[in-house]
């Protein structure tokens, strides 16, 4: 069994790290360094994705009574664009809306880990996962780290204004408020590592390489989560 942060549940042979940093800090890249190596990358924000397409889904049923038919697509499903404009300008509401939908997450994922197989090592990247069930899950957890000025130059790159870059991350924990938050769950010895994203991708790709194969030089053979 690992030292890690899993719980009790199916055995398995393979690590599961938790990739998670605030809005803009680089965690995809970080993930998609991962996959190279061959781990299964399991995108959280992508299972949302999916999970707010299914129009009939008890989950976007939830959503809409909670905050209205305008954050409704045409066709049933959910409207990120519309939905996001509502909880991202309001703290309350947001927290609301992950109440709803956390716990769908977490079993979409937990799901997607039992269908892959048990010696294939597999990462969930999450912007959420330490405050939700999720860390439950993992041998470790990175942190990933950037600079505001970086969070803000990638968030205009993807089309988010000034404005609203800087009210998404001015609702985000610190880096600190998140470890908190993990040692409050897990204790003071919960594996955690910060991921500094200062410098090239080559930088941030040598990093990865070289926390993966330690992690894996001390990880145990079996496992529970």
């Known amino acids: 069994m690992s030292d890690g942060l899993q719980g009790a549940g199916r055995r398995r042979e393979a690590p599961v790290v938790g990739i998670t940093g605030n809005i803009g800090t680089g ?49 049933g499903s959910l409207d990120r664009a519309a939905l996001g404009r509502v909880v991202f300008n309001d703290a309350a509401a947001l927290e609301k809306l992950e109440l709803i939908v956390h716990p769908a997450v977490v079993t979409a994922v937990r799901q997607e880990l039992d269908r892959t197989p048990a010696h294939i090592p597999c990462a969930i990247e999450a912007i959420k996962l330490i405050e939700s069930d ?40 610190s880096v600190e408020d998140k470890v908190a938050r993990l040692r409050q769950k897990r204790g003071p010895l919960s594996p955690v590592t910060r991921i500094d994203n200062v410098g090239t991708l080559a930088d941030l790709k040598s990093t990865v390489r070289g926390l993966w194969s330690t992690m894996q030089a001390t990880i145990h053979d079996t496992k529970e989560y």
Not at 44 to 71: C, I, M, N, P, W
């Open 134 to 173: 999720l860390v439950m899950m993992l041998d470790a957890v990175w942190v990933v780290v950037a600079t505001s000025e970086s969070q803000r130059e990638r968030l205009s790159a993807k089309g988010m204004s000034p404005a609203e870059s800087q009210r998404r991350l001015d609702m985000q924990p």
């Open 27 to 75: 965690k995809s890249t970080v993930a998609k360094f991962l996959a190279e190596l061959g781990v299964h990358v399991v995108d959280a924000d992508q299972v949302v994705h999916d999970l707010y397409r299914d129009s009939d889904s008890l989950l976007v049923q939830a959503v809409a009574a909670e905050f209205g038919g305008e954050v409704l697509a045409q066709d």
